[in-house]
């Protein structure tokens, strides 16, 4: 199975290929204002570098959110235009949920108690989502939502924390004014492995089409958590 992958919710613009469940090519940019210009041009790289040609995808996976508002409308339509044009499957992955895979992928540094990616939602606003280990498997504690710090840090309680995404800067500066207890509770993945990731997308995408999931072209909408108002 071939499934391409798309990630913009973030100032990450990036495409994969995976093939079988192996990853085949990936392609990233992490710069803002880009995602328009360039994720076609990402697509096509992956594509060439993978020796695989469009009309042999399966699927189109499509990072649907939360995330950038505009970043997940330019991925979005991007994901439909090359479904309708190959007669493939879209397959819509919640943002959230394949960014926390990352560590299911490649392991924490050591277990904490939650593990919550977390995306920066302009303002003391972070998009996030509560994951508990079952196993080997990261499951969520409730949906994905859109919380202040101080909500987010309130209903973490006393169980010890890891922070995977771009908001973890921002919680950080807010530990700085909570009591040393209150921050030692709370790890943070940094750098790279930090970002959200089309392999991630990918992967996940090609697990939803063999258990059957497709996603309507016509009617699938971004998963933006925060009501999306059109300037007039």
Same mark, same amino acid.
């Given at each position: ?9 973030? %100032?990450? !613009?990036?495409? =994969? ?7 085949? =090519? ?8 880009? #995602?328009?210009?360039?994720?076609? %041009? ?13 009309? =042999? ?18 991925? *979005? ?28 992928? #490649? ?20 998009? !996030? ?8 498997? $990261?499951?969520? /504690? ?6 202040? $710090? ?17 908001? #973890? ?7 700085? #004014?909570?009591?040393? /207890? ?10 790279? =492995?930090?970002? !959200? ?8 995408? /090609? ?12 009617? *699938? ?5 925060? /009501?999306?108002? $059109?300037?007039?």
């Amino acid at each position: 199975m071939i499934v391409l992958g798309i990630e913009t919710a973030t %100032t990450v !613009c990036a495409s =994969a290929v995976v093939v079988d469940g192996s990853v085949a =090519a990936e392609a990233m940019l992490d710069r803002r204002n880009v #995602h328009a210009e360039k994720l076609l %041009t990402l697509v096509d790289e992956v594509l060439r570098r993978s020796g695989r040609k469009l009309g =042999a995808v399966d699927g189109i996976a499509v990072s649907i959110g939360p995330g950038s508002f505009t970043g997940l409308r330019i991925g *979005l339509s991007v994901a439909k235009g090359l479904a309708y044009a190959v007669g493939g499957a879209l397959i819509a992955v919640p943002t959230l949920e394949a960014l926390v895979s990352r560590i299911e992928f #490649h392991g924490p540094p050591s277990r904490t108690d939650l593990v919550v990616p977390m995306l920066d939602a302009r303002r003391d606003e972070v998009y !996030c989502q509560f994951f508990v280990w079952r196993g080997e498997q $990261l499951l969520p /504690e409730g949906d994905a939502r859109d919380l202040t $710090l101080s909500e987010m840090v309130m209903q973490a309680g006393t169980r010890t924390v890891t922070v995977i995404g771009d908001a #973890h800067r921002k919680l950080a500066g807010f530990l700085e #004014h909570l009591s040393a /207890e209150d921050r030692q509770r709370f790890r943070f993945i940094e750098g790279t =492995a930090s970002q !959200c990731s089309a392999v991630s997308v990918a992967l996940i995408g /090609e697990r939803l089409l063999k258990e059957g999931r497709r996603d309507d072209p016509a009617t *699938l909408e971004p998963r933006y958590i925060k /009501e999306f108002f $059109l300037a007039r």
